[in-house]
């Protein structure tokens, strides 16, 4: 299937501080790209979607000013956690579509990061 | 009532047994449907894949969908110890922007 990379896999820092979590499709091109925040034992839950060369479109709830979305090009999104505080503490995981190259209109998923903010 | 619905478990059972895992769901626009497994800490990996109504059998692993019933199933046979997991059920439409709506998760342990 399809590989997803995210980096880094876990990061620590302090309050006020930015974070940026990088996510890649290495053997596909992905129009799309899914971030998505997972507590403990909770299913996924969608922050927003990424389409490369446009704006990231945001579901209710969701501060766009503090998770910026970039989506540069075919293979690469990157989140970033604008001035980071303890509640951003979670397991955030990518994904992107892959529109038929292997065989499938679904979506991969990266392995995760793991942000703590002290 | 939610989209999608799914038995949280947790479901224990015996190395060697039949696993059935289930979703339903709301929404009959929902024309692709996927199952992922999900180990502690990691992200989702795809297992199944099925466009529309229909069987598909990979190993191990089969997943049915009965559009008629909004209902979807995955079987897991012989299961192992290693297939303990977590089991997401995910559906997702042309429309809408191909916005995937994931099942809360099926906690699965199997006993050695």
């Known amino acids: 299937g399809a590989v997803v990379s995210q980096h880094p896999s876990r990061v620590i820092c302090k309050s006020g501080t930015s974070v940026k979590i990088e996510c890649r499709s290495l053997?596909?091109?992905?129009?799309?790209m899914f971030w998505y925040r997972q507590f403990p034992k909770k299913s996924l839950m969608l922050m927003a979607t990424?389409?490369?060369?446009?704006?990231?479109?945001?579901e209710q709830g969701v501060e766009k000013d503090k998770f910026l979305i970039n989506h540069a090009s075919l293979t690469l999104s990157t989140l970033t956690v604008t001035s980071a505080h303890p509640e951003d503490s979670s397991f955030y995981i990518c994904?992107?579509?892959?529109?038929?190259?292997?065989?499938?209109?679904?979506?991969?998923f990266g392995p995760g990061t793991r942000l703590t903010v002290l | 009532q939610k989209e999608v619905e799914q038995d949280p478990g947790p479901l224990s059972v015996p190395e060697g047994a039949i696993v059935s895992l289930n979703c339903t769901y709301s929404n009959s626009a929902f024309q692709y449907f996927m199952w992922y497994r999900q180990y502690s800490r990691k992200g989702p990996e795809l297992l199944m894949y099925t466009y529309s109504s229909g069987n598909k059998e990979d190993g191990r692993f089969t997943a049915q969908v009965d559009k008629s019933s909004k209902y979807i199933s995955l079987f897991i046979r012989d299961s192992q110890p290693s297939d303990s997991a977590t089991y997401l059920c995910a559906m997702s439409a042309d429309t809408g922007g191909f916005k995937t709506i994931f099942g809360a998760g099926t906690r699965l342990f199997v006993k050695a």
């Open positions: 990424s389409n490369e060369g446009s704006k990231a479109t945001y």
């Open positions: 994904s992107a579509r892959d529109q038929g190259t292997s065989g499938a209109d679904t979506q991969y």
């Open positions: 053997d596909f091109q992905a129009t799309t």
